[in-house]
């Protein structure tokens, strides 16, 4: 009986050649909704979000994390989703042929029970751009490796110290001024320096 | 700061679109100051931004002048075509259960707002200024669905025949009148 060797799928979005840590920044290209976007949201698209791992279980507002998250297509037909960085996609965005765009969104609960946006990044792709895109057939899933920052925030809107639920987001839109339903992951205990 | 929205009307269909997005400028800090090579949000831009805008259409047929409106007799048991179209607007933009009012109650909430959000952010030293950026954009992506699953409720008072003191599961609470599509009928002919 032949044993079969699923190998695991992965995106890693370690930035490569990143640049000075002073270096310049990409302006992020907007689409012009005005009179196309409809102000409804589509239905959450058919995958399941899983954070898989974290390589800690304690972090600081300013600290460094990575996380793999495990996106599955969990209904009957692929999905494509974005795999570059947006500011690696460059420009064009905005215009035809069709483009996604994925915001990955890591939150945190903190002890009082207050929802904090952590961390996040966005991607972007497009099926006619080669390698800026990673299709899941039905069934198939594709680890996500984020490594990013823990937000540094001032005052009393600043997560508080103690014990805290870490989770991740995962929302969808297109050039075409769609946006879909964010999936979300489970939650994760972790625990959270933020104010004291 | 962000809290209100440009209502503009649209006309054709009865409807409320929103892109709730806002734009931002980022800086890494340069030069001698103590703060040298931490990044910060300088600017968020809303209402004047061009990206960002509350519209709503009302169908030309619910306005005066028009057959339809006039067929809305309020007689018989048809409602009023005034009332007709004030509860339209209501419904799409008005400050009681309006889509704008949820858009504006929404917004208005610390947690969701995009000022309140990026203003207290800073990037270290070693966090490039990209990674900074991308991660206030993560934020901000994250509120506008927020935002546009508030306003997208779809309160009792969607169904024009009632007004905003409508109540769910009291069928008679601000119901004004029933409609009276073509072929028109008695006494509203």
């Known amino acids: 009986m032949g044993v079969g060797v699923q190998t695991e799928r992965v995106l890693d979005l370690t930035p490569r050649g ?7 920044s990409t302006i992020r290209e907007e689409v012009d909704c005005r009179g196309r976007g409809t102000g409804r949201i589509g239905p959450a698209p058919t995958l399941s979000l899983t954070i898989a791992g974290l390589d800690s279980s304690e972090y600081s507002m300013g600290s460094q994390f990575v996380a793999d998250l495990r996106v599955k297509n969990v209904g009957k037909a692929p999905v494509v989703l974005p795999s570059v960085l947006s500011h690696d996609f460059g420009g064009g965005f905005g215009l035809p042929p069709h483009a996604l765009e994925a ?25 006619s751009r080669l390698g800026t895109t ?7 899933s594709l680890t996500i490796r984020f490594p990013g920052w823990i937000a540094n925030v001032d ?42 | 700061m962000i809290g209100t929205a440009r209502v503009r009307r649209k006309g054709r269909r009865h409807y409320s679109t929103w892109e709730l997005t806002a734009t931002f400028d980022a800086v ?15 600017a968020i831009r809303h209402a004047e931004d061009a990206l960002v805008h509350f519209s709503y259409e009302i169908a030309p047929d619910l306005e005066p002048g028009t057959t339809f409106y006039a067929r809305q007799c309020g007689q018989g048991g048809f409602i009023l075509g005034s009332v007709y179209r004030s509860n339209g607007y209501e419904h799409e933009s008005g400050t ?22 990026a203003e207290p ?4 030293v070693s966090q490039t200024l990209q990674t900074f ?20 409720v779809e309160a009792c008072n969607a169904d024009f025949r009632y007004d905003a003191t409508c109540t769910p599961g009291n069928p008679n609470q601000g119901f004004r009148g029933n409609v009276n599509y073509p072929p028109y009928q008695p006494p509203c002919q």
């Open chain 2, 96 to 117: 009681q259960k309006g889509h704008y009012q949820q858009y504006r109650d929404k917004l208005a909430e610390p947690a969701v707002n995009h000022a309140k959000y």
């Open chain 2, 28 to 42: 890494k800090l340069d030069g001698d100051a103590p703060n040298k090579g931490l990044s910060y949000v300088t």
């Open chain 1, 18 to 24: 990143d640049g000075p840590a002073g270096g310049p």
């Open chain 1, 155 to 196: 005052g009393p809107s600043a997560p508080v110290t103690g014990e805290a639920k870490l989770f991740a987001s995962l929302i969808l839109s297109d050039n075409e001024c769609r946006t879909w339903q964010r999936v979300t992951s489970q939650r994760v205990d972790i625990r959270l320096r933020g104010r004291e």
């Open chain 1, 103 to 127: 915001t990955l969104v890591i939150g945190g609960i903190d002890a009082q029970g207050r929802e904090h946006t952590l961390s996040g990044t966005v991607l972007r792709g497009s099926p």
């Open chain 2, 133 to 152: 950026r991308d991660m206030v954009q993560g934020g901000i992506n994250s509120r506008r669905v927020t935002l546009m699953n508030a306003a997208g």
């Open chain 2, 121 to 124: 952010l800073w990037g270290a």
């Open chain 1, 134 to 140: 990673e299709s899941l057939d039905p069934g198939e």
